[in-house]
């Protein structure tokens, strides 16, 4: 496997390219580079939305499941497990909903989206990563690009997917007639310049400049069920939410699929997971230490668990602050 490993890793870095974006790890000390799509993938260059992308009932307990859990849940499921997905009890439980369903739910989705309605090229992905949230009025998603997040802070290399979707899950429709489902705000929005859109502007566009000023931008409104899926290598954002019915929130889900490079790291820790967020807050918490004379490791932390959870508590009182974490509210 290590001989495996050090292919892949070969193969990866004859395809990275050096990079920047305005965002470095402090928790990598390596150089930041760009890695593609590998090499013969089709890149799609498409933006394509399907109404109507789900079971009725799979969407309803997915939108239920996030607003009862009231903070974001992510998974990876690879493609050899999505052919046998469907979940006919869909609806939840009274005692809430386990991480198995979840995890049966995000297959059924991700077979339904990539394999039924938009019927793309997964001949180089090994799986897709999974994740659902919730939001109120006032959320907005800033300028980014999708990328494997955990990946990134721990060797400083960009992943990007090689598509990406974004699934609408809440019964809200744009500027609706009815007051009781109207959303105002909140629509999704995607730039087709590709990498080279996101190389100008970078990481929320700290690169300088109006990143949603000129040509290429496509607005996709909020409407229940819809998915929207695109080229993953496309930068993207989402309108701020100006007003929801009272008690109402605009649930998303979204999807990455990635190829084999980062598999490992999915599989450990998915993106916006329980996992994923408490490892990226130790590995903060480890390198303010460091930059502070600190001998502390994440090695040393996950053995303390007390001390484990008093650095995350810490790093979750700092993030407020620093806009260097990614959001846990993005497409």
Known sequence: PRVVD???????????????DGFESKTSTDATTMVRAPAGAARANFL????GALRPELRAAL??????RGRPWGCYVTMDGLADATDDDAVPTEGGVDPARRRRWAREVAR???????????????GVAVWCL????NAAVDYHLDYCELHRH????????????????ADLVDDGADARTRIEGGAFLVNSGGLAHYERYGYKGRLGGDAFSGPGWHRVPYARNRAIVHDGEWPHAAEKIRALPPGVKR????????????AEVNARAPEHSDAFNKTVKLYQATARAKKHGGGLTVEALTKNKPLARLFVGLARAREAASD???STDAF
């Open 48 to 51: 394509k939305i399907y109404d």
């Open 6 to 20: 050090r292919a892949r890793r070969a193969m990866a870095a004859s395809r990275a390219r050096p990079w920047r």
């Open 134 to 137: 919730a939001s109120g009025e």
């Open 63 to 68: 939108a239920a499941d996030a607003c009862e």
């Open 154 to 169: 721990e060797t400083n290399e960009i992943v990007v997917p090689l598509y990406a979707s974004t699934v609408q899950l």
């Open 251 to 262: 649930v998303i889900l979204g999807l990455n699929v990635f190829c084999d490079r980062v």
């Open 324 to 326: 260097d974490v990614d």
């Open 112 to 126: 339904t989206v990539f394999l039924e309605r938009a019927d793309v090229d997964l001949s180089k992905a090994h």
